[in-house]
T-cell receptor, first 112, second 112 residues
Framework: KAGVTQTPRYLIKTRGQQVTLSCSPISGHRSVSWYQQTPGQGLQFLFEYFSETQRNKGNFPGRFSGRQFSNSRSEMNVSTLELGDSALYLC???????????FGPGTRLTVL | ELKVEQNPLFLSMQEGKNYTIYCNYSTTSDRLYWYRQDPGKSLESLFV?????AVKQEGRLMASLDTKARLSTLHITAAVHDLSATYFC????????????FGTGTRLKVLA
């Protein structure tokens, strides 16, 4: 069974630009969650999508948004990038409410 | 406010020794998670603990949950070098505004 895939794996952007990251969950998984990891703030929960609906949301500004498609693939978008948005962005998928999550390899975003 | 504290932050131990990582959280939560992260890699789910007194074991790792004390422990038995990694706990709370908070992580180094 294929694991969670994230594209791109690495990305360099400049301040003010926007970026879209993609996550393909394990087949059959309907829940997709996104996380940000930075040296300063650690791991933080961004949002969770389930059956194309945002089910839960972390404490991030509106510049961070996401969506989920009917095939459960998910995208997250960050607009008006700031230097502090440089981070490893992790996506995870799960099958059930107990949220045993399978993580993708991450997308490392660098904002210059 | 939901806060999660892990200790120790760093742990260097000899192979064959036992040790415990502690995870304290500040308010009632729904689920307690343990994750492992190897350097430069993504997260790997280790355990999900749902109820008071829950104990789960996988290999040399055993996790337990005491909801009354708001404490979870990750016990390492007879450590081996392959267990060297950073271990994170996290809790979530579904009542009211959803919260999903990670601990700061414990960097474990097992010395041969």
């Amino acid at each position: 069974k294929a694991g969670v895939t994230q594209t791109p794996r690495y990305l360099i952007k400049t301040r003010g630009q926007q970026v879209t990251l993609s996550c393909s969950p394990i087949s059959g998984h309907r829940s997709v969650s996104w996380y940000q990891q930075t040296p300063g703030q650690g791991l933080q929960f961004l949002f969770e999508y389930f059956s194309e609906t945002q089910r839960n949301k972390g404490n991030f500004p509106g510049r961070f948004s996401g969506r989920q498609f009917s095939n459960s693939r998910s995208e997250m978008n960050v607009s008006t990038l700031e230097l502090g948005d440089s981070a490893l962005y992790l996506c995870a998928s799960s099958l059930d409410r107990e949220r045993w999550q399978f993580f993708g390899p991450g997308t490392r975003l660098t904002v210059l | 406010e939901l806060k999660v504290e892990q200790n120790p932050l760093f742990l260097s131990m000899q192979e064959g020794k036992n040790y415990t990582i502690y995870c304290n959280y500040s308010t009632t939560s729904d689920r307690l998670y343990w994750y492992r992260q190897d350097p430069g890699k993504s997260l790997e789910s280790l355990f999900v603990l749902l109820s008071n007194g829950a104990v789960k074991q996988e290999g040399r790792l055993m996790a337990s949950l005491d909801t009354k004390a708001r404490l979870s422990t990750l016990h390492i038995t007879a450590a081996v070098h392959d267990l060297s990694a950073t271990y994170f706990c996290a809790v979530d709370k579904t009542s009211g505004t959803y919260k999903y908070i990670f601990g700061t992580g414990t960097r474990l180094k097992v010395l041969a």
